[in-house]
């Protein structure tokens, strides 16, 4: 099981971003997913989740508003634009990928596998 993310970089205050995460090795569409993102010093922090067929999402109140989860089943790929960016949301930002279609806990972290991460650095 694979999952890579790509997208990140370095922006300013007020940009924009969209990263990507293609998962392999799964049946992509019987997996909820999610992203994260750690700061230095900081707990890893669960920021968005989508379900199984795209028509269910939940954000973390930090991210409400700015971020948007989206996934391509028929690219097991799933996505997340990033707007309006602060210093604050500079972090390493993880997708991961929990078996099931049950939305009865959404933002529950313990997920079955975990991508590498890509660095988000927002500079003010």
């Known amino acids: 099981v694979q999952l890579q993310a790509s997208g990140g970089g370095l922006v300013q205050v007020g940009g924009s971003l969209r990263l990507s995460c293609v998962a392999s090795g799964i049946t992509f569409d019987t997996y909820k997913m999610g992203w994260f993102r750690q700061s230095p010093g900081k707990a890893r922090e669960i920021i968005a989740v989508?379900?199984?067929?795209?028509?269910?999402?939940n954000y973390a109140d930090s991210v409400k508003g700015r971020f948007t989860i989206s996934r391509d089943n028929a690219k097991n790929t799933v996505y997340l634009q990033v707007i309006s960016l602060k210093p604050e949301d500079t972090a390493v930002y993880y997708c991961?990928?929990?078996?099931?279609?049950?939305?009865?806990?959404?933002?529950?972290?313990?997920?079955?596998?975990w991508g590498k991460g890509t660095q988000v650095t927002v500079s003010s």
């Open positions: 991961a990928a929990k078996f099931g279609r049950s939305w009865s806990n959404p933002f529950d972290r313990y997920m079955d596998y």
């Open positions: 989508i379900n199984w067929s795209g028509d269910s999402t």
